[in-house]
């Protein structure tokens, strides 16, 4: 466990100093979550009308689950690159945990989508959302953000090393998540949908933590769905993470 730890922040820091090195991935966590905000509050947010309060605080929890989703394509697209030029065979041959370079790889993410949420956080502030609820809620809230981030990043890991090229990572990854995150309560009202986009809107996990997280920043009204946001969060780690591992583990054997 000592090795597997140690490993694991190496493994981390080697994909957090990528990022500098790399100006189009930084844009993606810096000055396009700005893009999104912008976008939807001054070009759409004037034909959509939301119950309650003003378009921007509807907006900014909404999209931040989004962000943070689309967060784990770097995890993809860095599992994927590393396979196709051999770094997973160097780092089998290291006196490593083997477990380290998954776990490194996701939870170099959570920096990520802090950084990305913190902008989007700030941005929002700018346009006119503002936490109206006690600060033990607004913790709460960035807790739920997190984890449901690092679940997805597992997600995107499986993706990653199920497909034979980046560009198919990214791909694969967008067709998966786009229609979860539209057909959902993030950026309208679910009561707008067509009858049959809006049952699966219901029982969307993106609905559930949008909605929460509208509740325990904003206080708008939920259908106390706090165990339900969580106890997704839990499904999809124990669901993605133990699919990720066996498919790193045939991948690497190769």
């Known amino acids: 466990m000592r090795r597997l730890f140690s490993d694991t922040l190496v493994v981390t820091e080697r994909n957090l100093i990528r990022l500098p090195r790399a100006p189009e991935l930084l844009l993606a966590f810096t000055l396009q979550p700005i893009m999104f905000v912008l976008l939807f509050r001054y070009v759409f947010g004037g034909a959509i009308r939301v119950p309650g309060g003003s378009y921007a605080e509807y907006l900014i929890p909404g999209i931040i689950v989004q962000n943070i989703a689309f967060g784990g394509f770097v995890t993809a697209l860095g599992l994927n690159e590393d396979m196709q030029k051999g770094i997973i065979d160097r780092f089998r041959s290291l ?21 990305s949420m913190t902008i989007l956080v700030v941005t929002g502030l700018i346009i006119g959302f503002s936490f109206q609820t006690g600060v033990l809620h607004v913790l709460i809230g960035l807790v739920l953000a997190l984890t449901f981030g690092y679940a ?3 997600v995107f890991a499986f993706l990653g090393l199920l497909v034979k090229s980046p560009e198919a990572a990214n791909s694969v990854g967008f067709l998966a998540v786009f229609p979860l ?69 045939r991948a690497a054997s190769r």
């Not at 006196?95 to 989508?113: F, Q």
């Not at 959902?184 to 969307?204: C, E, H, I, Y």
């Open 95 to 115: 006196p490593m945990s083997r477990a380290a370079v998954l776990a490194g790889r996701t939870s170099a993410d959570i920096v990520t989508n802090a950084l």
């Open 152 to 154: 997805f990043s597992w």
């Open 181 to 249: 995150t539209f057909i959902s309560s993030a950026f309208v009202p679910g009561q707008s949908l067509p009858t049959p986009l809006r049952q699966f809107s219901d029982v969307n996990p993106f609905t559930i933590i949008v909605n929460e997280l509208r509740w325990l920043w904003t206080g708008q009204p939920s259908p106390d769905q706090l165990w339900q946001a969580f106890a997704w969060v839990a499904f999809i780690l124990l669901v993605f993470s133990p699919l990720a591992v066996r498919r790193y583990r």
